[in-house]
């Protein structure tokens, strides 16, 4: 990436054994429309990518899906 640039991403985990999702975002925010309507909206746990030599990226904790819900990412 050229100096002066940066990257977002966003990488998720889906378990679907327990029916739930963790993911990192590094400056993207993702959103979880449920079958019901009801919009959750998924902040990023980091900066961009590009920034910080020494960024630190969290993983969020798992959240539940239920059938009918719909990830955008």
């Not at 679907?16 to 019901?36: E, F, M, Q």
């Not at 920034?51 to 959240?63: H, K, Q, T, Y």
């Amino acid at each position: 990436v050229p100096e002066g640039s940066f990257v977002t991403l966003l990488l998720a985990e889906l378990d679907p054994l327990s029916g739930t999702i963790r993911y990192v975002g590094a400056g993207h925010d993702a959103t979880i429309i449920r079958a019901d309507g009801q919009v959750l909206r998924l902040p990023s746990t980091g900066m961009v990518l590009g920034l910080l030599r020494d960024a630190v990226f969290g993983m969020s904790p798992p959240i539940p899906l239920a059938a009918g819900d719909l990830l955008l990412m």
